[in-house]
């Protein structure tokens, strides 16, 4: 019988069971002790709505605009590498369901499906995410790749510079194609539909390098062309390089910090993203939702600000936009709906995700999320 799917945590234990434990991991950890990466979650649960009755309920939306994007609910698909890992043709899958749900979809520099195979299989256009690399030649082609293929904006992550150290992967020997120890191998076996699914895709290296990075022949040469790229000399000056060289919409991921909010506005971006890259950068930074209010004060009638980070349910995505977030990101919750079920088990999460944030909106009594304050939290 079809598994009764009512939660993320669901699509999670779900997810858990179907992906081999090499790239269930990947997405399911933080990095070091994992402090922040919980604080997320947990954080949330600190935050108490306040509750009202006896008003009109009837007729709501969620509808708000993200970087002049209308979209069903303040909710867009987080950038995340090898997610063609999590399911064949992962990122083909999960834009497929954003767009047919109405909500953005944004596609990683560390993808397994390239740029091209995602515009070719979509109808919307999408967001891309770049990643700064030490090879400019590479990134100024990927900015051109992106805008040919018709991306609407450019998300920007500046908490890469350096690679935080995530137990798991080392134990696992994560790497794409995965490295295929006997340990690897027995436990994708007990992985029958996953299996499946690679046997009938091309798509097992990272698209948007392969076949476009100088020097990269094979899985050995991407695996330490990965490793040596990430730029650690990224500076503002290159954030106002990408802005000129792109001339579109451009959000700027990853900052945690009232100073860098500042400089951040300062560029022009479009939006910035208050967030520890799921927990998985600086372990012992506070969670994305206690960073949060500090930003929206110092830059928020600047820029949008949006956050994420441990948004598991309609109720936090609620609760961030009443803390002053314009916009979401889920990460995890829809690589877990992907693991578990593919292309539908995306649109269950955000199905998922948009009731209790409907509901959870209407008990608060409001019928239009636009029209929600922080006066739905309790003080
Ligand atoms: C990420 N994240 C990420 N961010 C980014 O800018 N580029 C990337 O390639 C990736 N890759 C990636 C892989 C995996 C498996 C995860 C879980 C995360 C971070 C991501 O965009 C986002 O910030 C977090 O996932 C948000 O936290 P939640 O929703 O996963 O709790």
Not at 116 to 145: C, G, K, N, S
Not at 271 to 288: F, K
Not at 335 to 353: D, F, H, N, R, S
Request: aromatic fraction near 6%; glycine fraction near 10%; hydrophobic fraction near 45%.
């Amino acid at each position: 019988m079809a598994p009764v799917i009512t939660c993320i945590e669901d699509l999670r234990q779900l997810a858990q069971r179907r992906v081999p434990r090499m790239f269930y991991d990947y997405a399911d950890s933080g990095s070091w002790t994992e402090t922040t990466y919980r604080a997320n979650e947990a954080d949330f649960q600190n935050i108490k709505l306040r509750q009202r009755v006896a008003v009109n309920m009837e007729h709501r939306s969620t509808a708000v605009e993200m970087v002049g994007q209308r979209v069903a609910m303040p909710v867009a698909l987080a950038p995340t590498g090898l997610t063609g890992m999590q399911h064949a043709d992962g990122e083909i899958l999960a834009a497929r369901a954003a767009e047919a749900f109405g909500v953005p979809f944004t596609l990683s520099t560390m993808s397994i499906c390239s740029i091209e195979d995602v515009a070719a299989h979509t109808t919307q256009p999408f967001w891309f995410q770049l990643y700064v690399m030490r090879d400019r030649e590479f990134i100024e082609r990927l900015i051109d790749r992106a805008k040919l293929a018709g991306c609407s904006a450019l998300m920007l992550t500046l908490d890469l510079q350096i690679v935080g150290q995530r137990h798991k992967d080392l134990k696992n020997g994560l790497s794409a194609p995965p490295r295929l120890t006997l340990a690897n191998l027995v436990n994708m076996m007990t992985k029958p539909r996953w299996c499946l699914g690679m046997l009938g895709t091309t798509r097992r290296g990272f698209g948007n390098v392969v076949g476009h990075a100088k020097g990269v022949s094979d899985p050995a040469s991407l695996m330490r062309w990965t490793g040596e790229q990430f730029d650690p000399r990224l500076s503002w000056a290159d954030v106002e390089w990408v802005k000129r060289r792109w001339g579109g919409k451009l959000i700027l991921k990853g900052i945690m910090d009232a100073e860098d909010a500042r400089l951040a506005a300062q560029t022009g971006a479009d939006a910035l993203i208050v967030s520890n890259h799921g927990g998985r950068q600086l372990d012992g930074a506070p969670s994305s939702i206690e960073a949060l209010p500090a930003i929206v004060d110092a830059v928020g009638s600047h820029i949008e600000v949006w956050m994420d980070g441990g948004v598991r349910s309609g109720q936090d995505v609620l609760k961030a936009w009443a803390l002053g977030a314009r916009g979401t990101l889920i990460g995890r919750p829809f690589l877990y709906g992907l693991g578990a079920l593919g292309q539908a088990g995306v649109t269950k999460a955000l199905e998922i995700i948009h009731k209790e944030l409907d509901l959870s909106m209407a008990f608060c009594g409001h019928t239009q999320l636009s029209h929600v304050g922080a006066d739905i939290l309790v003080r």
